[in-house]
């Protein structure tokens, strides 16, 4: 399925290490909560499956319909297939007794604007959020729409930029509840100025085999 080397396409799970990273945050003996925004198949490319498979369970919502591969696959968590603009989110996280911080929100919708329209969506409830990643898709030219304004968005509420991805995506974390120490090997600005340097290629350069996520389950 994997391989260190980056010999083979990794299908399951997140494809840009997304929950890598909030493993590499909260650890393995961490049962957190989640919310996926554009969560797509329960299992292929995404960013909370493997988190689930720890003990996590949290919310979910796509426009596509993957209800009976959710309720198959996921049974922890919940998932709705609706307009992501058309839920009340403080009332389903409540349902669910979700409780305030949610340790891990993920964002991934394809229109531009939408997803800094929906971050702000989710910013409305009364919950904070102790890490992010949040997709911009810069390199298709979202600078002014997407990546911009969500950073000034997320620093004005005191949210640090781990992974600066001038392409891509970023990640962010909440220093109210994480420390630094939890973070530091994730810190890294992938410039547009040559290749995009991915996730994994950035933490095998730090010595990291993230891939132990994946053998012990």
């Not at 490319?45 to 498979?53: A, I, R, V």
């Not at 968005?153 to 930029?161: C, N, S, T």
């Amino acid at each position: 399925m994997i391989n260190y080397d980056l010999q083979t396409v990794n299908d399951m799970y997140a494809g840009g290490l997304q929950d890598i990273y909030a493993m590499i945050v909260f650890g393995k003996q961490h049962h957190g909560t989640f919310v996926d925004i554009g969560c797509r198949h329960p299992i292929f490319h995404n960013n909370t499956y493997l988190l689930e498979q720890y003990g996590w369970r949290g919310f979910a919502v796509d426009l596509e319909y993957f209800t009976p591969e959710w309720e198959n696959e996921r049974p922890n968590s919940k998932y709705l297939n609706r307009d992501a603009f058309t839920i009340n989110y403080q009332k389903e996280f409540e349902n669910l007794n979700l409780e305030s911080p949610i340790d891990f929100l993920s964002i991934d919708l394809e229109i531009p604007g939408e997803r800094l329209n929906i971050l702000k969506k989710v910013f409305e409830t009364e919950y904070e959020f102790k890490s992010i990643t949040i997709e911009h898709d810069a390199y298709c030219g979202y600078d002014e729409t997407e990546k911009i304004p969500q950073r000034n968005f997320l620093q004005e509420k005191g949210y640090i930029l781990v992974r600066q991805c001038e392409w891509i995506e970023d990640f962010w974390i909440n220093p109210k509840y994480i420390s630094e120490d939890k973070y530091e090997i994730l810190k890294q600005v992938n410039s547009r100025d040559g290749v995009e340097v991915h996730a994994w290629t950035h933490l095998k350069s730090k010595g990291y085999d993230w891939t132990h996520f994946y053998k012990e389950l």
